[in-house]
T-cell receptor, first 111, second 114 residues
Framework: GQNIDQPTEMTATEGAIVQINCTYQ??????LFWYQQHAGEAPTFLSY????GLEEKGRFSSFLSRSKGYSYLLLKELQMKDSASYLCAVRNTGTASKLTFGTGTRLQVTL | DGGITQSPKYLFRKEGQNVTLSCEQNLNHDAMYWYRQDPGQGLRLIYYSQIVNDFQKGDIAEGYSVSREKKESFPLTVTSAQKNPTAFYLCASTPTSRGAETQYFGPGTRLLVL
């Protein structure tokens, strides 16, 4: 089975940097995804990590350590529109591209 | 434009009634998925299909049924056996069931029990 842990809520100030952590335990790891979800909307893809290290994409970066079962999503130069839930999802090594999602971290960006 | 559509956006169900949620994609994706999301929770997998005329149960399949008669369509029926159906239902697809491709999500259907 799989278990994924994320903080429930975080608050940060506009223009600041915030790091959202995700830890996981899985019987077979085949990639980790981060999604952004605004209230009442569908999740949208942010990043994908399958090898150790940092993936950077504009203001968003994601890091993975497979040996530690750990990932983080780093958001720089926070904007009000970044207020959303951020979902960490792990894919296993099965035959289907099934994802197991964490409960999500609700980020509130304040002035 | 290519994408995934779900209808209706809101759906009301009476006690003892079956309802069907529609999911259509024109992305030519092989694999499709149905998730349920409860308030403040992550997504939980209900059913998935890797190819036409084949589907498998996810983690919470009880009280639900699906069909995959066409590549583009993967409807979900919420049966009267599902005792707590109020939730946000999301359909997703990927190009293949292996590989690095992410899942693309439809806009979701919110189901409410009257």
């Amino acid at each position: 089975g799989q278990n994924i842990d994320q903080p429930t809520e975080m608050t940060a100030t506009e223009g600041a940097i915030v790091q959202i952590n995700c830890t996981y335990q899985t019987s077979g790891f085949n990639g980790l995804f981060w999604y952004q979800q605004h209230a009442g909307e569908a999740p949208t893809f942010l990043s994908y990590n399958v090898l150790d290290g940092l993936e950077e994409k504009g203001r968003f970066s994601s890091f993975l350590s497979r040996s530690k079962g750990y990932s983080y999503l780093l958001l720089k130069e926070l904007q009000m529109k970044d207020s959303a839930s951020y979902l960490c999802a792990v894919r296993n090594t099965g035959t289907a591209s099934k994802l197991t999602f964490g409960t999500g971290t609700r980020l509130q960006v304040t002035l | 434009d290519g994408g995934i559509t779900q209808s209706p956006k809101y759906l009301f169900r009476k006690e003892g009634q079956n309802v069907t949620l529609s999911c259509e994609q024109n992305l030519n994706h092989d694999a499709m998925y149905w998730y349920r999301q409860d308030p403040g929770q992550g997504l939980r997998l209900i059913y998935y299909s890797q190819i036409v005329n084949d589907f498998q149960k996810g983690d919470i399949a009880e009280g639900y049924s699906v069909s995959r008669e066409k590549k583009e369509s993967f409807p979900l029926t919420v049966t009267s056996a599902q005792k707590n159906p109020t939730a946000f239902y999301l359909c997703a697809s990927t190009p293949t069931s292996r590989g690095a491709e992410t899942q693309y999500f439809g806009p979701g259907t919110r189901l409410l029990v009257l």
